[in-house]
């Protein structure tokens, strides 16, 4: 009788301290759960403000101006913007209208083009 009391014991211990070594691992793993989380919030935090600044960088009136005063640029004359046709990329058709030839004088495309109020 004493030696299963005995085994008894040693298992009581070994299931009593698996419990223990159990439950610190999983303090720990919330633990780093926590931490984790808090990193999670601030790069959350930091993706929405540098969203925020390229949409601010990447406004068309702020292109436009640094276009215009940094650069030195102008929008071309009409008579000389030359259209070149895209090619299409090889596989099943789509259900894209056909593009119109393209004249050397750009004729076809100023036909096709609604006229332009500005730059957009």
Known sequence: MTRVNLILL???IASALGTVASQHKARR???ELEREQ???????TEFRQLQL???TWAM????????????KMQMPVPAKVQVVARSEP?????SAPASAPV???GAA???ARPAQGGVR
């Open 53 to 55: 600044e390229q949409s």
């Open 38 to 44: 808090v990193v999670q919030r601030r790069l959350e």
């Open 103 to 105: 004249a050397a004088d």
């Open 10 to 12: 040693a298992l009581l």
């Open 60 to 71: 068309h009136s702020r292109i436009e101006k640094v276009a215009l005063t940094q650069l």
């Open 29 to 31: 793993l919330f633990s």
């Open 90 to 94: 090889a596989g099943p058709r789509t």
């Open 109 to 111: 495309e100023k036909a």
